[in-house]
């Protein structure tokens, strides 16, 4: 533990005197205004991302519990499908049918004795909304794809 501390502190004080080399250079204005904010946005973005991941691992027990085997993801895809179909925003219709899947699931969850029952229905959900999407995919005109 102890050399993982010395190790983390030893890579800050090398970024922390690489990014002091660029301050004034033009380069640094590049490195300063572009790649550390992104770089701070990864980091965010992949932090809330594990711990989501934990949290679906953590509340059913399981290791397998994931978006794509609780049909999240596809429901998400579904959310889209309909959003493209009626003109509205996909990134609207990925959140309202990624949450109307959790709802869902936690609807349903009092049916099940188990985590692994809720996971087999989390992953016949998948199967639904999948089907789902390509049944709209086909009703779409090609101009709306």
Avoid: C, K
């Amino acid at each position: 533990m102890q050399v993982a501390v010395i190790f983390l502190l030893f890579l800050a004080a090398f970024f922390s005197s690489f990014l002091f080399l660029f301050w004034h250079d033009p380069s640094g204005a590049v490195l300063w205004h572009l790649r550390l904010p992104q770089l701070l946005l990864i980091l965010g973005y992949g932090g809330a991302l594990s711990l989501s991941g934990t949290f679906y691992q953590n509340a059913l027990n399981n290791p397998l519990a994931e978006p794509f085997t609780l049909g999240v993801s596809s429901g998400a895809a579904l959310g889209v499908g309909f959003s493209l179909l009626f003109g509205s925003s996909p990134e609207l219709g990925a959140l309202a049918g990624g949450l109307l899947t959790v709802l869902l699931l936690f609807a349903f969850s009092a049916f099940f004795r188990d985590s692994l029952s809720l996971l087999l229905f989390g992953v016949g959900l998948s199967s639904f909304f999948s089907a789902g999407l390509l049944f709209l995919f086909a009703l779409m005109p090609f101009r709306t794809l």
